[in-house]
């Protein structure tokens, strides 16, 4: 029962907008009170502290930093421009660019919050100078930006690898296809929208053009190959390659003589809030997991599901609803790492693959981004393309469709998400 108070607290302080961070205080507080544990508070501290001491996670603060450094570096111009002469010239053409920049810039931040804000401006901008409506380009903008989350290297995925002890290997191969397929169900469904509304399309960049602008931003493009490369070679474990993609963020913007001290004063500061709040909200999670544990609810839930559904593809089917619903309200760092914990059981009961079941968990929550009343892009879009929330809502809700779609092909079809870990590690 202590589980459930410790839900209910969560949930009700949640649903009347306090924030995250002390939702979860106080409903860690309030289990060990319940627990009897009233003249050992000490308990939520020892666990806390306890949820943060991870070499592992060393890894979240250096990449939000690289990220952060390559923001101020003002390199989205060129992969801006990159995807222009790619898939500019598709009907549609910087819906299409919207996209595949996002795709491009995910590789780089790893953060959708980052996609919408630092290529929201550019991309807002030359929308509208060139006839699109200023909603559908804020809707396009921010329903592309979750690609970021699930496209190596990932925060969340990096976080999920915590709660799960996954492999962060395997999961950033695992998060590359799924990335390319949600791109691609994105591209298909601004081309319909594109012809029925006669959106109009750029001019076809000539070899020479696309060859130049390439160059221009290939050693920006290489950052998450260079990341990625290091981890699975053994070079570098998941931490030293969060070092790795800061020292190449500073030599980016050096090269391009992009980096100076108010670039370097902003990028700590932010990156100082950020870790903050996350190892935070990580460190007293751990403590809601701790009483979850102790009360037993995962062994408990696992009873219950594996006794009363018979076949996986329900379960999945089910649990992406929860998922949804869950995302509208939470915050997706938040609901990974009380969540996680309390379904492992059931997942292994299931013999879904953890990696596989992390890529699915991560990408729904992130639809949650994209609804009210969180919907943390669709304020950021609101703020950058100074429209009022409700028509940046309205004109984003059709794009749930193309995304929907991809997630049940995810989560239906393993192979989509496990083909590359095992091509590399072995299946």
Known sequence: ??????????????????????????????????????????????????????????SVPFFILAGNLLNGCKLTDRIFRFANNLVGHIRGGLAQVNILASLLFGGISGAAVADCAALGTVEVKAMRERGYPA?????????????????????PLLIYAFV??????????????????????????VYIVSVRRN????????????????????????????????????????????????????????????????????????????????LLMIGFSATVGWIMAFDLVPQQLADFILGNIDSKWVFILVYLLF??????????????IILVPIMLPIVDGFGIDRVHFGIFTVLTLMVGILTPPVGIAL????????????????????FLLPIVIAILLIAFVPQISLFLPNLVYGG
């Open 164 to 189: 799960s002890n996954a492999s962060v290997g395997r999961l950033f191969l695992a998060g590359i296809m799924p990335a390319l397929l949600l791109v691609a169900v994105l591209m298909i469904y």
């Open 379 to 398: 304020y950021i879009m609101m703020d950058i393309a100074k429209l009022p929330f409700e028509k940046v809502a309205r004109a984003t809700i059709p």
């Open 1 to 58: 029962m202590t589980g459930l108070l410790v839900l209910g607290v969560f949930m009700a302080l949640a649903f009347l907008s306090v924030p995250i961070l002390t939702s979860i205080i106080i409903a860690s507080a309030a289990g060990v009170v319940a627990l009897g544990f009233t003249d050992r508070l000490g308990i939520v501290s020892q666990q806390m502290l306890d949820g943060i001491n991870s070499p592992a996670l060393l």
């Open 323 to 336: 998922l949804i619903v869950l995302g509208c309200v939470f915050d997706a760092t938040a609901a990974l």
């Open 199 to 278: 959106f109009p399309r750029e001019k076809r960049a000539r070899f020479g053009e696309v060859a130049r602008s390439a160059v221009d931003g290939f050693l920006t493009l290489l950052a998450p190959g260079i990341i990625l490369g290091a981890m699975l070679t053994g070079f570098t474990t998941a931490s030293e390659a969060g070092v790795l993609a800061c020292i190449y963020a500073l030599g980016l913007g050096l090269y391009y003589r992009t980096l100076n001290l108010d670039v370097l004063v902003t990028a700590f500061r932010d990156t100082a809030y950020l870790s903050t709040i996350a």
């Open 135 to 155: 909603d559908f380009a804020a809707a396009v903008t921010a329903a592309s930006s979750i690609v970021g989350p699930i496209f190596p290297p990932s925060i």
